[in-house]
C-alpha cells in the first residue's frame, strides 16, 4: 500500500510540474508575463549559434516526446518503472524538456511582420486564446487525467486494473481528428509580432506536429483497427468540415 500511495503522490507532483509548464508555455509564446520569452531572454550572438541551439532544444523535446510514446519503448520501460508511472514519468520528462528550452532559448529579435492596427492585435490574440482553449478542452474531451497520468496513478491507489480508454468521438473529434494538435497549431502562429526566432519555434513545432500525428494515428490503427481506419476516411485530420465539402 505504501508503494500504491507514493506512486500517486508522483503522479500528483508530476502533474503538477506540468501544469506550471504548460501555463509558462502560454506566456512563453504570447510574448507576456513571464521574464524569459520567446522574443525576450539571451540573445544569439550570431544567427547560426540561435538557430543551431534553438533547433536541438527543440529536437530534444521532439525525439523524447516521439520515442517514449512507442509502444517498444514502453515495453522496455516499464521492465525499469512501474506501469502504473509509466505515463506520469513521461510527462515529467515531457515538461523538464520544456522548462530547459525556456530557459535556454536564444531569442532571434528579427521582425517577419509586425502588425500595428490595434483591432487586428485584437483579433490575432483572440485567435491565440482560442488555440490555448481548443488544446485545453481537447485533453478533457480524451480524458485529461488519463493522458496526463493521474488516472493510471489513481487506479493503482485504489488496487483497480488500469484499462484502456474505449475509443470515442466526443465533442471536437467529431469534426477533426487532432482538435488538440489543431489548437496547438493556431496558438503558435496566431501573433501581431513575428519575429525569426517565433518564426523558427512555429515552423518546427507545426512539422513536428504533422510527423507526430502519422505516428500516433498508425498506433490508433493497431489499437482499434477498422473503428479508427473508418473514423479517418469520414473525418478530416485538421480541417474541421466534413470530407465530402471539400473533395478528395
Known amino acids: 500500500m505504501f508503494g500504491r500511495i507514493l506512486s500517486f503522490i508522483y503522479g500528483v507532483v508530476d502533474y503538477i510540474i506540468f501544469l506550471g509548464s504548460f501555463l509558462y508555455a502560454i506566456a512563453f509564446v504570447?510574448?507576456?508575463?513571464?521574464?524569459?520569452?520567446?522574443?525576450a531572454g539571451s540573445e544569439a550572438e550570431i544567427f547560426w549559434q540561435g538557430l543551431l541551439v534553438n533547433a536541438g532544444l527543440l529536437g530534444l523535446f521532439a525525439f523524447q516526446h516521439s520515442v517514449m510514446a512507442r509502444d517498444g519503448f514502453k515495453k522496455w520501460w516499464?521492465?525499469?518503472?512501474?506501469?502504473?508511472?509509466?505515463?506520469?514519468?513521461?510527462v515529467l520528462l515531457s515538461s523538464l524538456i520544456l522548462i530547459l528550452l525556456f530557459w535556454q532559448w536564444r531569442t532571434m529579435p528579427e521582425v517577419i511582420w509586425s502588425v500595428e492596427s490595434g483591432v487586428w492585435q485584437v483579433v490575432l490574440f483572440g485567435f491565440f486564446g482560442l488555440g490555448w482553449g481548443l488544446v485545453f478542452l481537447s485533453t478533457f474531451m480524451i480524458n485529461h487525467f488519463d493522458l496526463f497520468g493521474l488516472r493510471q496513478v489513481y487506479l493503482h491507489l485504489k488496487g483497480k486494473e488500469i484499462t484502456p480508454i474505449e475509443?470515442?468521438?466526443p465533442g471536437f473529434y467529431k469534426y477533426v481528428r487532432h482538435p488538440l494538435m489543431l489548437g496547438f497549431i493556431i496558438a503558435f502562429w496566431a501573433t501581431p509580432y513575428m519575429t525569426l526566432g517565433h518564426l523558427v519555434f512555429s515552423i518546427a513545432t507545426?512539422?513536428?506536429?504533422?510527423?507526430?500525428?502519422?505516428?500516433?494515428?498508425?498506433?490508433?490503427?493497431?489499437?482499434?483497427g477498422e473503428k479508427y481506419k473508418e473514423y479517418r476516411e469520414r473525418v478530416r485530420m485538421l480541417i474541421p468540415f466534413p470530407k465530402e465539402n471539400l473533395g478528395d
Do not use: A
Open 78 to 90: 516499464t521492465k525499469i518503472i512501474p506501469k502504473p508511472i509509466e505515463r506520469s514519468t513521461y
Open 30 to 39: 504570447g510574448d507576456f508575463w513571464v521574464p524569459k520569452t520567446i522574443n
Open 206 to 224: 507545426t512539422g513536428y506536429i504533422f510527423v507526430g500525428i502519422w505516428f500516433e494515428e498508425r498506433d490508433l490503427i493497431r489499437y482499434h
Open 167 to 169: 475509443f470515442k468521438e
